[in-house]
C-alpha cells in the first residue's frame, strides 16, 4: 500500500514535469503546425544556463528565472530566423529542427560536458515532508507538482481569459482569418514560440533539480513530449495535461512493479489511444 | 560472389533498361576492392553499401509513398538483435540455431516489426508519422536498455558473425564487401522494379492525392502498410550486415543519434531517386573518417549537423537535387540563358 502511494506520488509529479515541458511543445504545434524536434534541446540547454545562473549568482530563482528568460530568447530567435522563412513547408521544418537539434546536443556536450549536474534548491524547498500513509516525501516535489498546477491554470486563463489568448486560439482555428482579421500574426506567432520555448528552458531547471540534468535528458524529454501530446492530441493544452498524467502515472508504475518493461506500458497507451482516436484525446482531426 | 554480381548487374541493366554509364558504374564497384587496401574495402565500401541500403529503405518510403518514418534505423536493429537472439553469440544466450534458420528468421520478424510499426502509423499522416515513428523508435531503445530477458539490457550481445560458407569466411574483408555490395546492388534494383510496377505506381498516386485514390477503391492504408513491410526487409537486410561488421549490437546501436543519422543520410542523398541513399552515405560516411583531419574528432556530429542543415535549407532535394540543378543550369547554356527564360 506504501509503495502503491508511493509510486502514485512520484506519478504524480513526473507528470507535471512532462505537463510542463510538452506545454509549450504542443502550443507550438497546434498554432504554427510546426513540429519543433529541438524542444528537447531547449529543455536542456535552459537547465544547463540555469545552472551555471544559479552557481554564479548563489540564487536557485535567479536560474529558473535565466532558465525561461534564455530559452524565450532563442524561441524567439529560431522563430524569426528559421521558421518564418519556411512557413507552411512542414517536412522542412522538422528536418530543420532535428539538425538544429543535432548541433546544439555536440555544442553542450563540448561545453558542459558529460558531466552529471545537481541544483542545490533553496533551504526551504530541501528535506522531506511528512504525510499521512507515504510518511515521508521530498518537499520539493510536491512544490513542483504544485507549481506546475499554478502553471497550467495560468496558462489555461492566458489562452482563455485574454485578448492574446484568444488571438493565439483563433489562429489554431483559421491562421488566414485571423491574418485577413487585421491581426499582426508573426507577432503571435513569435509570442507563442517564445512562450513555449520559455516553458521548455523553465522546465529544464525545475525538473533537473528534482532529477539531475546530463547529457541524453534532451532525448528524454522529447520523448516525453512526443508521447504526450500524441496521447492528449496535437494542440491542446488541457490534452497536454490528461497526457502527461497517463504517462507519467505509467511510467512510475510500470517502474515499480515490472521494472523491465516500463517503457512498453507507456508504448501501449500511446498505441490504444491511436487505434481509437488517432487525434489524440482531445485532439481535433486533422 | 563476383560472377553472380557482375553477371546480374547486366541482365538488370536491360530489363530495367540502364545505360551504359550505369554499367561503367557498376563495374567500378566490382574492381573497387582490387585497387583499394582493406580499411577502404570495409570500414568505407562496405559501411556505405549497407548503411545505404537501410537509408534506401527510409528513401523508398519517404521518396514514393510520403512516409517519412524515422524507425528504419529501430528496424534494422531489431533484425541485427534477432541475430544474436535466435542465432549463436559470445556470452551463449542465444537459442543457437543454425545459420541457415537464423537468417530468414531474422528477415522475417525485422519485416513483422515493421509491418507492425506501419499498422500503427498508418492512421495518421505527414508530420504525425515523424513524430510516432520517432517515438517508436527511442521507445524501442529505451525497451532494448531495460529488458535483460530478450535483448541483454544495457551490454547488449558481442560475437555476432556471418556464417563461414563453402570454404569462405565472409567476415574477412573481400568476402564481405562483395557481400554488401550484392545485397545493395539488389535492393537498390528491387527499389527501382517495384517503383515501376503497378504497386509502386500506386503508391506514388498515393503519396500525390491519397483522398483521390481512396475515392477511386484503392486501399490506401494497405499500401501504406505493404510498403513498410517491403521498406522492413531492405531495413532488416541492411541492419544484418551492420551487425555482422561491427560484430556486436546493443542498444547503442539503435540511440537516437544512428536513428537521426539513418535520415541525414537519405536526406543529404536525397529522396528523389534509389541512388540518394548511397551518395549521402558515401558522403556521411567519408566526413565521419575524415573529418578528424577538419575539425577535432568528438565534434563530428555539429559538422554533419551543419552539413545536414545547409543541404536542408539550400537543396530540399538534397546532393541529387543540387546535381540535378547544376545539370539544368548548364543544359539552358548557363546563367544568361536561365535567366532569360525566368524572365520570359
Not at chain 1, 528536418?95 to 558529460?114: K, N, P, Q
Not at chain 1, 523553465?202 to 524529454?221: H, K, N, Q, W
Not at chain 2, 536491360?14 to 558504374?25: A, C, D, F, N, T
Request: glycine share 12%; with cysteine.
Amino acid at each position: 500500500m506504501r509503495l502503491f502511494l508511493l509510486t502514485i506520488m512520484n506519478g504524480l509529479t513526473l507528470a507535471a514535469l512532462y505537463f510542463l515541458v510538452a506545454s509549450g511543445f504542443t502550443l507550438v504545434f497546434g498554432l504554427m503546425r510546426n513540429v519543433n524536434l529541438a524542444h528537447g534541446s531547449l529543455y536542456l540547454l535552459g537547465a544547463y544556463i540555469g545552472y551555471d545562473t544559479a552557481d554564479a549568482t548563489g540564487s536557485w530563482f535567479l536560474g529558473v528565472a535565466a532558465g525561461f528568460l534564455s530559452m524565450s530568447v532563442v524561441g524567439l530567435l529560431l522563430q524569426i530566423g528559421v521558421f518564418r522563412h519556411m512557413v507552411g513547408q512542414e517536412l522542412r521544418q522538422t528536418l530543420v529542427t532535428i539538425g538544429i537539434s543535432i548541433v546544439l546536443a555536440d555544442l553542450m556536450l563540448a561545453i558542459w560536458g558529460g558531466k552529471t549536474y545537481q541544483f542545490d534548491p533553496p533551504d526551504w524547498l530541501y528535506g522531506a515532508i511528512r504525510l499521512p500513509l507515504v510518511r515521508a516525501y521530498p518537499i520539493y516535489r510536491l512544490a513542483l507538482l504544485g507549481a506546475s498546477i499554478v502553471i497550467g491554470i495560468a496558462l489555461w486563463l492566458f489562452l482563455n481569459r485574454t485578448r492574446i489568448g484568444m488571438m493565439i486560439r483563433a489562429g489554431v482555428d483559421d491562421r488566414a482569418m485571423l491574418s485577413a482579421s487585421g491581426v499582426n500574426t508573426q507577432r503571435i506567432f513569435a509570442i507563442t514560440f517564445a512562450l513555449g520555448a520559455g516553458l521548455a528552458g523553465f522546465a529544464g531547471v525545475v525538473g533537473g533539480t528534482a532529477l539531475s540534468i546530463a547529457p541524453g535528458e534532451d532525448v528524454r524529454y522529447l520523448l516525453a513530449s512526443l508521447v504526450v501530446v500524441i496521447v492528449g492530441g496535437m494542440g491542446s493544452v488541457t490534452g497536454a495535461a490528461i497526457g502527461a498524467l497517463l504517462i507519467g502515472l505509467a511510467e512510475q508504475l510500470g517502474l515499480a512493479y515490472s521494472p523491465t518493461y516500463g517503457v512498453v506500458y507507456t508504448f501501449l497507451i500511446m498505441v490504444a489511444v491511436l487505434a481509437i482516436r488517432p487525434q489524440g484525446i482531445l485532439g481535433r482531426p486533422a | 560472389m563476383t560472377a553472380l554480381a557482375s553477371s546480374s548487374a547486366p541482365s538488370l541493366a536491360l530489363r530495367l533498361g540502364l545505360k551504359p554509364r550505369h554499367l561503367v558504374v557498376a563495374a567500378l564497384l566490382v574492381i573497387y576492392p582490387l585497387l583499394a587496401s582493406p580499411f577502404w574495402t570495409v570500414q568505407i565500401g562496405a559501411q556505405i553499401l549497407f548503411l545505404g541500403v537501410i537509408a534506401l529503405s527510409l528513401m523508398f518510403l519517404a521518396g514514393y509513398g510520403g512516409i517519412v518514418s524515422l524507425s528504419q534505423m529501430t528496424v534494422a536493429g531489431c533484425a541485427g538483435y534477432m541475430i544474436a537472439v535466435i542465432g549463436t553469440n559470445s556470452y551463449n544466450l542465444g537459442l543457437g540455431w543454425p545459420w541457415w534458420a537464423t537468417i530468414p528468421a531474422a528477415i522475417v520478424i525485422g519485416t513483422i516489426f515493421a509491418v507492425l510499426i506501419g499498422i500503427i502509423s498508418v492512421r495518421t499522416g505527414g508530420i504525425y508519422t515523424i513524430m510516432i515513428t520517432l517515438a517508436i523508435g527511442v521507445a524501442f531503445f529505451y525497451f532494448t536498455r531495460q529488458n535483460y530477458a530478450i535483448f541483454n539490457g544495457h551490454s547488449g550481445f558481442a560475437g555476432l558473425q556471418p556464417p563461414v560458407l563453402f570454404g569462405v569466411s565472409w567476415r574477412d574483408p573481400l568476402p564481405f564487401y562483395y557481400l554488401s555490395l550484392a545485397i545493395a546492388a539488389l535492393s537498390y534494383a528491387a527499389v527501382l522494379y517495384v517503383s515501376r510496377s503497378t504497386f509502386g505506381i500506386s503508391l506514388q498516386a498515393i503519396r500525390d492525392n491519397a483522398r483521390r485514390m481512396n475515392a477511386l477503391g484503392f486501399n490506401v492504408n494497405l499500401h501504406r502498410v505493404v510498403a513498410h513491410g517491403f521498406a522492413g526487409i531492405l531495413a532488416s537486410l541492411g541492419g544484418i550486415l551492420y551487425v555482422w561488421l561491427n560484430g556486436r549490437v546493443s542498444p547503442g546501436t539503435i540511440d537516437i543519434g544512428p536513428v537521426i543519422n539513418i535520415l541525414v543520410i537519405a536526406v543529404l542523398g536525397g529522396l528523389r531517386h534509389p541512388i540518394g541513399p548511397f551518395i549521402g552515405a558515401a558522403l556521411f560516411v567519408l566526413l565521419r573518417n575524415f573529418a578528424i583531419d577538419l575539425i577535432d574528432p568528438e565534434r563530428f556530429n555539429t559538422l554533419i549537423g551543419l552539413t545536414f542543415l545547409i543541404i536542408v535549407l539550400i537543396s530540399p532535394d538534397g546532393l541529387l537535387g543540387l546535381w540535378e540543378k547544376a545539370r539544368g543550369w548548364v543544359r539552358s547554356g548557363g546563367a544568361a540563358a536561365g535567366w532569360r527564360q525566368k524572365q520570359g
